[in-house]
């Protein structure tokens, strides 16, 4: 179609690429996209969501309110703290907007999650990429040394999103001290798989700030909800660039009763736990090569040519991790899905030839 913009053909390209995730997510055993992986939902979501039916006539203005003194009164901070948007994915790229202007670089060490690179692309910021470091490590060192006079910002996840590699607070810290006052985002959308948030540490410098999801341990990907915390200054601005009203009533209802439902999320991270080394163990016995992971997603390489013909005869969806920066052919990201999909996993494994 004429009359569109470069931004939407260039943006197009890219997610072309990751044409291989969403042909194999009609996949009867699909381990593409990280979700919960028990696939529930806790009682006392459903409860909330009911509750709150009738208020969908009306704008989630005090909605948004109480689900930002939730956020608050679970993670011991301050409301003036708290942003919210409908999905990380849109917290990221308000952000983007709040912080970083046209010509501006934004470093961002690989392999990193595609939306940190568009959000560049879409602020008309430069992205410089930091190749990554033994096992496709996060390299906070080399990161550091990539700061120029025109860098706005630093962006990488924790748990990493493909390999699900943890990094220490203590080295965060020390990268955001080293590079201050540039702004170091700290995403941790799967922190609650592996890892400790930021959000509790003391002292923590004024330029980190800390993004969540709903979707992924909170079992909510459907309704969209992200959060960021940082300094009230930030937060303000944020709220300015960010649309008046991001997160719907019953959103809103779902996120505050599974902020109260902690048991959920220690389950979750138990089983995940509990099943990440069952699928580690069975791709090792298969001989193919596992990083190290400590969340909810397993990187692996083997041959890209036949595994993926193996994928394919036993319509299994996984996702062709080379559509990460950095990342070669032959590796795959798979996400820990219920123990029954798992197990059915591991079953086909043992027919695989490498
Ligand atoms: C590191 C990371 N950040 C953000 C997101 C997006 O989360 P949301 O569903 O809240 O948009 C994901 C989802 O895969 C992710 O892995």
């Known amino acids: 179609m004429k009359n569109l913009s470069k931004a939407s053909t260039i943006i197009s390209k890219i997610n072309k690429k990751r044409a291989y995730i969403l042909k194999n997510k009609s996949s009867s055993l699909d381990f593409s996209l990280s979700e919960n992986p028990l696939e529930k939902i806790p009682i006392g979501v459903i409860v909330g969501i009911i509750k709150n039916i009738n208020s969908v006539n009306q704008y989630p203005l005090k909605a948004i309110q109480s689900l930002k003194k939730e956020i608050a009164n679970q993670f011991k901070i301050n409301i003036k703290n708290v942003?919210?948007?409908?999905?990380?994915?849109?917290?990221?790229?308000?952000?983007?907007?709040?912080?970083?202007?046209?010509?501006?670089?934004?470093?961002?060490?690989?392999?990193?999650?595609?939306v940190f690179g568009k959000?560049?692309?879409?602020?008309?910021?430069?992205?410089?990429?930091?190749?990554?470091?033994?096992?496709?490590?996060?390299?906070?060192?080399k990161t550091a040394k990539e700061i120029s006079c025109k860098a706005k910002l630093i962006i990488f996840s924790n748990p990493n999103n493909p390999t699900g590699?943890?990094?220490?607070?203590?080295?965060?810290?020390?990268?955001?001290?080293?590079?201050?006052?540039?702004?170091?985002?700290?995403?941790?959308?799967?922190?609650?798989?592996?890892?400790?948030?930021?959000?509790?540490?003391?002292?923590?410098?004024?330029?980190?700030?800390?993004?969540?999801?709903?979707?992924?341990?909170?079992?909510?990907?459907?309704?969209?909800?992200?959060?960021?915390?940082?300094?009230?200054?930030?937060?303000?601005?944020?709220?300015?660039?960010?649309?008046?009203?991001?997160?719907?009533?019953?959103?809103?209802?779902?996120?505050?009763?599974?902020?109260?439902?902690?048991?959920?999320?220690?389950k979750t991270k138990e089983f995940t736990k509990k099943e990440r080394t069952k699928l580690i163990n069975a791709f090792k016995r298969n001989k193919i090569e596992v990083f190290p992971s400590q969340a909810n997603n397993i990187l692996i390489n083997t041959d890209y040519t036949k595994f993926k013909k193996f994928l394919d005869k036993n319509n299994v969806g996984f996702i062709d991790a080379s559509c990460f920066r950095d990342i070669p052919k032959g590796c795959f990201r798979v996400s820990i899905r219920t123990k029954e999909k798992n197990k059915k996993l591991v079953t086909l494994l043992q027919n695989y030839k490498k």
């Not at 459907?222 to 303000?236: A, K, Q, T, Y």
Request: aromatic share 8%; hydrophobic share 45%.
């Open 165 to 266: 590699q943890v990094i220490s607070n203590k080295e965060i810290i020390s990268l955001a001290n080293e590079v201050a006052p540039i702004i170091v985002i700290v995403d941790e959308a799967n922190i609650e798989f592996g890892g400790k948030s930021l959000i509790s540490e003391k002292n923590l410098p004024k330029n980190i700030i800390i993004l969540r999801t709903f979707s992924k341990a909170y079992g909510l990907a459907g309704l969209r909800i992200g959060i960021c915390i940082g300094s009230p200054r930030f937060i303000n601005a944020f709220n300015q660039i960010s649309q008046s009203v991001p997160v719907s009533n019953l959103s809103c209802a779902a996120a505050i009763a599974g902020l109260k439902d902690k048991n959920f999320i220690k």
């Open 83 to 114: 942003g919210v948007g409908a999905g990380l994915e849109q917290v990221i790229e308000n952000c983007f907007k709040t912080i970083v202007n046209p010509k501006d670089e934004v470093i961002i060490p690989n392999p990193s999650f595609y």
């Open 119 to 141: 959000s560049a692309f879409l602020v008309g910021a430069k992205p410089r990429f930091v190749k990554p470091g033994t096992n496709f490590s996060l390299d906070l060192s």
